[in-house]
C-alpha cells in the first residue's frame, strides 16, 4: 500500500525562485528612473547667471572672471548680469533669476529695514567672503569739503539698491543727519569723473575694492582726493560688519604720492552669495574657483589667500551653502548629493507606497491563483481518506491477516504525513490551516488504526487462554 501511495502521489513542480519576467521589468525601470532622476537633480543647470553689480565696478569685474572659470572648467553658458547693487543682487537670488551674486553684507537690513530678514527662510546662501570693501569718501581735487562740516550740499553715490546707498545711510547717521538735510543723488560710477569734473558733485561715496577701476580712475588723474572719515573707531564699534582700517600713503602712487597721507576708514568684506536653489555641484565648483590660488592672484584677492578658510566663513551673513561646505569642510560631506535627497523625496514616498502596493498585489494575487488550483494537500487528503475507508473495513477481531493488514495501513498514514508535511516550511506550516487539519486528521486514524490493532491483540490472547 506504501508503494501504491507513493506511485500516486505525484511530484509537485519546482517553481524555484526566480522573479517573472515583469517584476525584473519594473526592477531595471525603477533603477533606470533613479539614476535619470540622479542626473536631473544634480546636474548643471542650462544656463548659469551671475549677478555683477553696476559697470565699471569691482564686482563686475570679479563677476566676469568667475564666469570665465565656469565656462572654462564645465563647458556651459555663464551670463553676467549688471545690476544696480547689492539689493538687488539679493532680490534677484531670491527670486531664482540668478545662481549667484556679489553682496556687501548689511544692505538688506539696512535699505530695506530690520524687519525684512524675519521670513522663514534666508533669501539666500553664503558661499565666501572675497576681499575688503572701504568706505571711501571723495571729493574734487581742490574741494575744501569735509564729512565733519555738514551745509546743505550735494553728496552722490551709486543706485539705491547698492551697498554704496547703504553705507551712505549709515555715514548719514554716524554724523549726526540724514538724507533729508544733505541731498543725495545717485550718479553711476561710469558717470562719477565726469560730474566731479563739472562741479556737480561735491563729494562722493563710494564703498569698493581697492581694485575697483573707478577708484584709480578719479585718484591717479587729480580729479579727485580721498577724504578722512570723523570718528571713525566709533563708526567701527557700532556697526558689526565694520572693521577700522587704514589705507597707506601711496598705496596707489608713489611719485607723487596718492593718497599723500595715510586715510583712516573702515572696511567690510564682499560676500560671493548663492541661490537656495543652486545645485550643491554647481556650488562646490565655484567654491573650488575662488579658493583657487591662481585665480585669487589674477584678480588680487590677497586676504582671502592669506587668510584662506578662516578668512573666507568669517562673519558669514547667511547660512553655509551645502556646496561650500563640502569643500570647506570634506568631512562632512554626505555620500549622497544633498540635491538628489531633497528633489527626490516625494518622489521615494511615492514609490515605496508604489512597492508596498504592488508586493501586496502580488502576494494577494498568488494566493487567489493557489486557491483557484488544487492545494498541494488536497492529494494527500484523498489519499489519507481512502485509508480512513480501508480501515473501516477491518473490525479488528479477525485473524492474523487483518491485523497484518492494519500495521500496514499505520505504516502508510505515516508515510502519507512524511510526503506531505516535507513540502512545507515551518512559516507556512504556522500560517496554513490546511495543514494543521491535515496532520490532525493523521492523528485521528492513526488512532483508530492502533486501537484496533489494541483490540485485535486482546482477542487473539484471550482465544489462546
Known sequence: MSRAIANEVEQRPATGNRSPPWYTMIVLLLVLSTLLTYWWTTGYPPVVRIAGGPANGRYAALANGLAHELRTRLSIQVDVTETGGSLENLQQLETNQVHFALYQPETREILAGPDSSDGDEEPAAFVSNLYPEYLLPVAAKDSSAALDRVENRIWCCNDRLSGDFAVTQLLLQHIGNDDQTINVEHVSYADLP?????????????????????????????????????????????????????????????APAIPPTDIHTVSLNAQLLAGNSAPVGLVEEMTRIITDARFQRRHGLTELAEGGTAYAIQRPEFELHAGTSHVFYPDLKSFINPDFVEGTEGIRSFLVSLIAAAWLLRRWWTQRLIRSQEHRLDRYIRQLLELERQQMEVDGEGNAEESKRLQTMLDDVTTLRQEALSEFTAHELNEDRAADCFVQMCHALSDKINAKLTRHSLNALRQRL
Open 194 to 254: 565726469q560730474q566731479i569734473a563739472a562741479g556737480n558733485v561735491e563729494i562722493g561715496i563710494i564703498c569698493c575694492g581697492l581694485r575697483a577701476p573707478v577708484l584709480k580712475e578719479l585718484l591717479t588723474s587729480s580729479l579727485a582726493k580721498l577724504i578722512d572719515v570723523p570718528f571713525v573707531n566709533a563708526l567701527a564699534r557700532r556697526n558689526t560688519s565694520l572693521t577700522r582700517n587704514i589705507i597707506p600713503a601711496g598705496y596707489f602712487q608713489v
